[in-house]
């Protein structure tokens, strides 16, 4: 099934046969560090720019009922987000991913997001629709 939008996701993850955490790390789009004239001007059109780790949170995806919900919660943090990127991690057989498995993946995400090596993840904007990176 082709993900494009952030209901796509959870679908997707309730229908899997072992228990699923979905992985979130929130990211916001800044100017590089000593950003040329170009870079600078991209970046106030809109484009451009890298993607900062800013938050990150573990979920089941019954914990979750839309994008919305998502947004509204992450709100409650006073963090300011532009894409999040997201993973799922399975359990075995009927044990869900432990807090502790959880969390290394997570971190793992953040530290992949950091070097810019999104492609195993899935983009999402603030409105919950899939976002090409490249």
Avoid: Y
């Amino acid at each position: 099934m082709a993900i494009s939008r952030f209901g796509d996701l959870l679908e997707e993850a309730r229908r899997q046969p072992e228990p699923q955490r979905l992985l979130f790390v929130f990211t916001r789009a800044e100017l590089p560090d000593h950003p040329s004239e170009a870079q600078r001007r991209h970046f106030e059109q809109g484009e451009g720019g890298v993607l900062t780790p800013v938050l990150c949170v573990d979920k089941a995806p019954e914990e979750l009922s839309d994008m919305a919900a998502l947004v509204a919660e992450s709100r409650q943090t006073g963090i300011d987000w532009d894409i999040v990127f997201v993973a799922a991690l399975a359990g075995s057989g009927t044990t869900p991913p432990s807090a502790e498995q959880a969390e290394q993946h997570l971190n793992r995400m953040v530290e992949a997001v950091k070097m810019g090596n999104v492609a195993p993840f899935l983009a999402l904007d603030r409105q919950g629709d899939a976002v090409r990176m490249g």
